[in-house]
């Protein structure tokens, strides 16, 4: 099975619709005029292929490929036609709500929220492990990428950019896990929103979702969404999903030595 990394940023409205997009082909909720349209809202097939959610810090991503602060704010016309475009696009995906300008809290602080996700992809096991204080908590790879998560992720962008809530507050984030996780049928007592926020605040997740950074960084990775295959190539923004998800059925096709990462995130 190939697996292609989704690298995103709550505070990153490009992320949120990829993120909605993998909802939807996740779980078959599918528009068949509107998926069927524009190649920004087409849903990916998923068969043969494993999505990893990677959350990350783009601010330090930023930092490190030399952009000193949000393109949108670095440039406010670019800053409005972004909202413009995403409304736009969601709005075709049959999600009305985004706003055409940014909310007075954004961008907020997405540490804790990235953490809870990044928490959440290593599998329900891992979660459960780590609430019972186990040493060593293993990830069972076959759990990344689950429903649950793809929800949970849509849900704090819905949350953030469509209702205006602060997600850096850890109440926010306590509610929408006890809806989309606690409640979830796993297979696994999961553990609430209020110990859910307990655990992203353990150096196992801090050192996790950290490492997804990093990871990033070393993928030459500058904006997000960006989405990596695992032969090391890299696809930039919501508009190239369709593609790095068709990735492994054209590399042989690619007049290409190599992928554009120096090395590929361990899967």
């Known amino acids: ?56 810090l783009l601010a330090a991503v930023f930092k490190a490929s030399g952009q000193l602060t949000l393109p949108g704010v670095q440039v406010p016309a670019k800053g409005k036609y972004m909202f413009h475009d995403v409304q736009r696009t969601l709005s075709l995906l049959g999600c009305p709500g985004f706003p055409n300008r940014p909310h007075t809290n954004w961008p907020p602080n997405t540490v804790l929220a990235g953490r809870m996700a990044w928490m959440l992809a290593q599998g329900p096991s891992y979660v459960c492990a780590l609430d019972r204080n186990a040493r060593e908590p293993s990830t069972n790879k076959l759990e990344q990428g689950s429903k649950v998560l793809a929800e949970f ?34 297979g696994y007592e999961m553990p ?9 605040s353990m150096d196992p997740v801090k050192d996790g979702y950290k490492s997804n950074t990093q990871m990033a960084i070393a993928c030459k990775l ?30 042989s096709l690619l007049d290409q030595p190599q992928g554009y990462c120096t090395k590929s995130a361990s899967i």
């Open 1 to 56: 099975m190939a697996a292609v990394n989704f690298w995103f940023e709550f505070a990153s409205p490009y992320s949120m619709i990829s993120a909605l997009r993998l909802l939807r082909a996740l779980t078959g909720r599918i528009n068949p005029f509107v998926d069927s349209g524009l190649p920004s809202c087409q849903l990916p097939d998923l068969t043969n292929v494993s999505i990893v959610y990677r959350p990350i």
């Open 153 to 186: 992720v849509w849900r704090v962008f819905e949350a953030e950019f469509i209702g205006g809530e602060d997600i850096g507050s850890p109440k926010v984030l306590e509610r929408l896990w006890n809806v989309y996780v606690a409640r979830a049928e796993l």
């Open 222 to 251: 500058f904006g997000a969404p960006s989405f990596t295959t695992d032969d090391g190539d890299m696809y930039w923004g919501n508009d190239h999903l369709l593609e790095a998800v068709a990735h492994h059925k054209v590399r």
């Open 192 to 200: 609430n929103g209020e110990r859910a926020v307990e655990l992203a």
